[in-house]
C-alpha cells in the first residue's frame, strides 16, 4: 500500500535552476498509462470476415437479378408460341408477340437498374459500416490510453519517458572492447550515490566514490565549492558525473538533478553527505539487505565509538542485522518502547546517509520543497514515502555500518581560513540558524497543506505520533 503526501504548491513539483542561500541575514522563502485490450491481428480478422461477407451477399444478388431478368425474357418469348389459344393463326401470335416484348423489356430494364442502384447503395452504407467500425474499435483502444503532457503528437513508440545518468561514447570501435562503464550499464540492478562534496574532504569522499564504483554502483558528485578541476588527480574522475554549484545542498542538487523519471532505471538512492568513513560498509552486502529484509528507506548504522551520534536510533546494535526501533524509558512517558508507533522512536531515519527505492524516492522528491534547501523536518515525515507501514518498510543497517566524523564545511572560512579575517567569513552558525528556520517553514506548510486538501487522508493521525 504506498501512501500520499497532502498536495503543496505546483512549484514544488518540479525542480527550478535557481540558486539558494545557504542562510538568510538576520534582517530578512497522471500518468496511468491502460494498456489496449483488444489486438490488431484480431481487429484485423475481423474486418476480412465483414469484406469477405458482404462480397458473397452482392453475388447472389447479382445472380438473383440475372436469373429473374433471363427468366421474364424467356416466358415473354416463350408464351406466344407455346401457350396461344385454339383458334389463333400464326398471325395473331405474332402481334401477340410483338405486344408483349416492349413490356417484358422494360420489366427487365427496371430490375437491371434497380439492381445497380440497391448495390450501389448496398457498398455505400457497407463501406460505412466498416468505416464505423474501425472508428469504434480505434475509441475503445484508445479512449482509456493517455499519453505524456507535451507527446500526444508523437506515436507511442517513440516516446521515451525516462532516462539515467549512464555517459554514453561518442562512437563505437568495432575492434575495442567494452569499457568498464560500458560493461556497468549492463548490469539489470545498478543503484546511484549521489553526494555533496568540497575538496576540503576529497580524502573520505575519495574512498567512498572507489568503493561504490567497484560495487556497480553509478556515482554523481554534487560540487558546493565549486572546484572541479582538482578531482582530476584521481583515475576514477571520468567515470562520475560531476554537477558544480557554489554554496548549495544535495538537497538543492537532488531537487533539480535527480528526478524520479531521471534515475528511475535504479533500484536504490543513495543520497549521503561526504563526512562518512566506509571501511566496515559494503554496498553491495547492504543493498541484499535492505532488499531481503523489505526495507524501502533505510540508513547504515552508525559505529557509535567512533562517530558523531544524534539520534539513538542511528547506533550500531552489535550483533543485530538491522533493527526497526529504538529503546529509550523516559519516566514522564514521552519515551520509546514497544509501543511506539511514531519517530524517532520508530519509522524513522537520519537524512545524514539515506537510501531510499526506486518508489519511495519517487515520493520523497515530491515532498522536497523547492525553497527549502536543508530539507529539515523531511525526516519526521519520511513514513509517508515508506510505501506502507513505515515500522516496518524503514530501518538501520547493523551489519554494515558507517563512522559519522561531523565536519560541517557548508558555510565554513575559505582556503584563506588561518588568516585573521577567517572567523569574520565562517557562516557556519549562519547556516544552522537557517535550518532551524526552514523547519519552522516546512513544518507549518505541512500543516497547512494537510488542513486544506480535503481529499487527503492522514495514515497515521496525530494520536498515533505520540511516542
Request: aromatic share 10%; glycine share 6%; net charge positive.
Amino acid at each position: 500500500m504506498s501512501r500520499s503526501i497532502p498536495s503543496s504548491r505546483q512549484d514544488d513539483e518540479m525542480g527550478r535552476l535557481t540558486s539558494r542561500p545557504l542562510f538568510r541575514e538576520r534582517s530578512q522563502s497522471k500518468q496511468h498509462i491502460s494498456v489496449c485490450s483488444r489486438k490488431k491481428h484480431q481487429t484485423g480478422t475481423r474486418e476480412e470476415e465483414n469484406n469477405l461477407r458482404d462480397t458473397e451477399i452482392i453475388q447472389e444478388f447479382k445472380l438473383c437479378t440475372l436469373f429473374l431478368g433471363s427468366s421474364v425474357f424467356s416466358w415473354n418469348m416463350k408464351s406466344p408460341f407455346d401457350h396461344i389459344s385454339l383458334g389463333a393463326g400464326p398471325t395473331s401470335g405474332r402481334s401477340h408477340c410483338i405486344r408483349l416484348l416492349p413490356s417484358a423489356s422494360l420489366i427487365f430494364i427496371v430490375l437491371l437498374l434497380g439492381s445497380a442502384f440497391i448495390l450501389s447503395e448496398f457498398n455505400e452504407k457497407s463501406s460505412l459500416g466498416r468505416v464505423r467500425n474501425s472508428l469504434r474499435s480505434f475509441n475503445y483502444k484508445c479512449k482509456y490510453h493517455r499519453r505524456p503532457y507535451g507527446s500526444e503528437t508523437l506515436p507511442r513508440g517513440i516516446v521515451s519517458q525516462t532516462s539515467n545518468l549512464e555517459m554514453r561514447p561518442l562512437w563505437t570501435a568495432s575492434n575495442k572492447r567494452p569499457s568498464r562503464l560500458n560493461q556497468r550499464s549492463a548490469n539489470s540492478s545498478v543503484s546511484l550515490l549521489a553526494m555533496a562534496v568540497g575538496i576540503k574532504q576529497k580524502d573520505l569522499a575519495g574512498k567512498m566514490v572507489k568503493k561504490f564504483l567497484s560495487s556497480g554502483f553509478v556515482v554523481m558528485l554534487f560540487h558546493y565549492d565549486g572546484n572541479v578541476d582538482e578531482w582530476k588527480q584521481f583515475q576514477w574522475n571520468d567515470l562520475v558525473i560531476h554537477v558544480s554549484a557554489v554554496n548549495q545542498t544535495k538537497w538543492w542538487f537532488a531537487k533539480r538533478f535527480l528526478h524520479p523519471d531521471i534515475v528511475a532505471e535504479y533500484s536504490y538512492v543513495f543520497l549521503w553527505d561526504e563526512d562518512l568513513g566506509v571501511d566496515s560498509f559494503n554496498p553491495q552486502r547492504y543493498v541484499s539487505i535492505i532488499r531481503k529484509e523489505g526495507l524501502e528507506i533505510s540508513q547504515p548504522a552508525l559505529d557509535f565509538s567512533k562517530s558523531v551520534v544524534n539520534h539513538q536510533i542511528t547506533a550500531r546494535v552489535k550483533g543485530s542485522i538491522m533493527h526497526r526501533r529504538t529503546y529509550k524509558p523516559n519516566a514522564n512517558g514521552t519515551g520509546c518502547d514497544e509501543n511506539s508507533t511514531a519517530p524517532p522512536c520508530t519509522g524513522w531515519i537520519e537524512v545524514m546517509a539515506p537510501v531510499f527505492s526506486r518508489a519511495a524516492w519517487r515520493c520523497v522528491w515530491y515532498m522536497i520543497q523547492n525553497n527549502l534547501i536543508h530539507a529539515w523536518g523531511l525526516d519526521m515525515q519520511l513514513g509517508y514515502c515508506a510505501q506502507g507501514d513505515r515500522t516496518k518498510n524503514i530501518g538501520v543497517v547493523d551489519a554494515e555500518y558507517l563512522i559519522h566524523y561531523g565536519r560541517p564545511t557548508l558555510g565554513g572560512p575559505n582556503d584563506n581560513e588561518k588568516s585573521p579575517q577567517a572567523s569574520a567569513k565562517d557562516h557556519r552558525v549562519d547556516v544552522r540558524r537557517e535550518s532551524y528556520n526552514e523547519m519552522k517553514i516546512f513544518n507549518r506548510k505541512w500543516e497547512k497543506a494537510a488542513k486544506n486538501d480535503e481529499c487527503w487522508i492522514d495514515p497515521y493521525p496525530v494520536n498515533s505520533s505520540h511516542h
